[in-house]
């Protein structure tokens, strides 16, 4: 990781939103393919190149799209809308158009927010080939009738669909997956801040229990393409998140998986009891979370989002924005992040080797290791639940819900039990 820039600080986070807010995404082409150049300068990343055309599941990869300058000029040669200006200008995969025409027949490709005149929506028609533009209600306002120049130089031609992945072995082959979408433009909460704060968490694990597998992938297409590409190694996930809408100063909130027990379902919630939250049960809208936990695959994999898609008036507007995402949200995300996986990458099942009666602790040195600790009563009792409840059905997770007992305290009294040879794994 050396020759990878690290992002160790909230400051770092918000240099890197800062550097790919502007970029215009969509489900394919180069916008994406720099926004993975960028996080490659962090972290390592084998990008993945899918043809257009491919069959995957029962969608196909669609034509690559690009674009260069769009705009909507008046009789004065005035650009009255600028891509240039905002990338949400322009409606997501809009065809190529050079026309002149009267506003009459140019509203029909107009969209604004007439409760928020001031914002720019964002709108894409990806499956559906047409044109248009984005625009604040009190533009549209000011147009006069008249004639307008429309123009926009885009590609639509087959191509690629890009998306990224970032291994971190661990000392077993199960696998955690880390995923969050890269198809959207100028939108900083979603989903900037979640492709920083992932590239983030990822350079923080060192040694990891489980294999973790970071996906940056396009929405939808690209969560279908990589189940597509890889439905030989799905029975290696043990677990999984979907990060996104990261840094905007609502509360957290964890959507359960499909499943609703998932082992991360409980300790998302276990994690979250103490912090601002939300615990919501699995529905199939959203995020990638629906594909991953749609019924053939029925993976343990929930999303993890501060404020939820759509639960905010700045979602999917021009007023999702840098001023919108705050440093301390985003490095509260990052924090929720590494006590999750620390709690599931420690938490095992062990079988108690002196089931019968309590064994003497004292004889092996325990109640001695405890002598002078502040905290010894505490440790005493973890090793007397861990004990009582290692019986290959309950596992660490368990013993610290149930005894109400600090998960470190308990990882830490089977560790020594394990060591004094009481425990089995």
């Not at 996080?39 to 990869?61: A, K, R």
Request: glycine share 8%; proline share 5%.
């Amino acid at each position: 990781m050396t020759d990878h820039q690290r992002l160790e600080t909230g400051a770092d986070l918000r240099k890197l939103v800062e550097r790919l807010y502007p970029l215009c995404r969509s489900i394919t082409g180069d916008g994406v393919r720099r926004t993975l150049e960028i996080v490659g300068e962090h972290i390592p990343l084998e990008i993945h190149e899918v043809p257009t055309g491919t069959q995957v599941l029962d969608w196909t990869v669609p034509q690559e799209w690009n674009i260069r300058d769009a705009y909507i000029k008046d009789t004065s040669g005035r650009r009255v809308v600028d891509f240039g200006e905002s990338n949400l200008h322009v409606v997501g995969y809009s065809v190529p158009v050079s026309r002149k025409m009267p506003l009459a027949e140019l509203r029909e490709h107009l969209h604004t927010l007439p409760d928020q005149p001031s914002w720019v929506p964002y709108r894409t028609s990806y499956y559906s080939p047409t044109w248009g533009f984005c625009l604040a209600q009190e533009t549209l306002d000011a147009m006069p009738d008249g004639e307008y120049e429309v123009h926009i130089d885009s590609t639509l031609d087959d191509g690629q669909l890009t998306y990224a992945e970032h291994v971190v072995p661990g000392e077993v082959a199960d696998e955690v997956i880390i995923s969050c979408h890269t198809c959207h433009p100028s939108l900083a909460n979603d989903n900037v801040a979640g492709i920083a704060i992932a590239a983030a968490f990822a350079q923080t694990l060192e040694n990891p229990h489980h294999t973790y597998r970071f996906l940056f992938m396009p929405g939808t297409i690209g969560a279908i393409t990589w189940l597509a590409r890889n439905t030989d190694r799905v029975d290696r996930i043990k677990a999984g998140l979907v990060l996104a809408c990261a840094g905007d100063p609502g509360s957290l909130t964890y959507k359960r998986s499909r499943r609703g027990d998932a082992e991360i379902d409980r300790v998302l919630a276990y994690v979250l009891a103490d912090r601002a939250h939300k615990v919501v049960d699995f529905s199939p809208y959203g995020y990638d979370e629906r594909q991953f936990c749609s019924p053939g695959f029925n993976l343990g994999v929930g999303s993890l989002t501060r404020t939820p898609y759509a639960g905010y008036p700045e979602y999917h507007t021009s007023a999702d924005n840098l001023d919108f995402v705050s440093t301390e949200a985003m490095e509260e995300t990052l924090q929720t992040l590494r006590d999750t996986f620390a709690v599931l990458d420690r938490n095992r099942s062990y079988v108690n080797l002196s089931p019968y009666g309590e064994p003497q602790l004292g004889k092996r040195g325990l109640y001695d290791s405890l002598g002078g600790r502040s905290d010894a009563k505490q440790a005493q009792m973890a090793m007397l639940w861990v004990l009582n409840l290692s019986d290959g059905e309950h596992s660490l997770l368990d013993v610290a819900e149930r005894s109400g007992l600090p998960f470190d305290s308990v990882v830490a009294a089977a560790q020594a039990l394990h060591d004094a040879g009481l425990l089995k794994d």
